[in-house]
């Protein structure tokens, strides 16, 4: 089974900061996910990574599959950032995902 | 479109009760997940289902029985539930198996087992 291991699990900054979460696992990979659950609960996808680098808005990520590891770069934080990001990576068998196995979590909290 | 559905939103069972989540998607997607979701732990994968009338066991299924008789609903069982299922349980669904594709999810269902 992938490990998937997260850092850090909480972060606090000031309005403005250029955030950064770090994802690593330990089986190689053919796609990672970037997930983020809002304070009520809710869970949205954010990116799937293959290869390189993908930019949504002030969400950077990016993945280096030969050391697997993965980071998420918010630019120009805002309150609104503040939710709960997970990184995820497919469980794999028989030549495809059955489900996610998923990290711990970073709590991110912008402060105005 | 809803999307994923999940009924219903918060529960409160007592030891040894029985319960039926319902888990319903409208984008007609082959592939459906159970997770539960608890502090401290990432989600884990509980049951899934390939397809209308399969299903398979993922990383944590005891205790929970699944069932996807119409391709658009998903249930999860529990017969006899226990504390230690108290839980946030979250329901997704996907197009299809392949790695890179979008899993979706429900809002998730709040359960307190005493």
């Known amino acids: 089974k992938n490990e998937v291991e997260q850092s850090p699990q909480n972060l606090t900054a000031q309005e403005g900061e250029f955030i950064t979460i770090n994802c690593s696992y330990s089986v190689g990979i053919s796609a990672l996910h970037w997930l983020q659950q809002h304070p009520g609960g809710g869970i949205v996808s954010l990116f799937m990574l293959s290869s390189g680098k993908k930019k949504h808005g002030r969400l950077i990520a990016t993945i280096n599959i030969q050391e697997k590891h993965s980071s998420l770069h918010i630019t120009a934080s805002h309150p609104r950032d503040s939710a709960v990001y997970i990184c995820a990576v497919p469980q794999y068998s028989g030549g495809g995902a059955d489900g996610l196995t998923f990290g711990k979590g970073t709590h991110l909290i912008i402060q105005p | 479109n809803a999307g994923v559905t999940q009924t219903p939103k918060f529960r409160v069972l007592k030891t040894g009760q029985s319960m039926t989540l319902l888990c319903a998607q409208d984008m007609n997607h082959e592939y459906m997940y159970w997770y539960r979701q608890d502090p401290g732990m990432g989600l884990r994968l509980i049951h899934y289902s390939v397809g209308e009338g399969t299903t398979a066991k993922g990383e944590v299924p005891d205790g929970y029985n699944v069932s996807r008789l119409k391709k658009q609903n998903f249930l999860l069982g529990l017969e006899s539930a226990a504390p230690s299922q108290t839980s946030v349980y979250f329901c997704?669904?996907?197009?299809?198996?392949?790695?890179?594709?979008?899993?979706?999810f429900g809002p998730g269902t709040r359960l307190l087992v005493l």
């Open positions: 997704a669904s996907s197009r299809n198996r392949d790695t890179k594709e979008t899993q979706y």
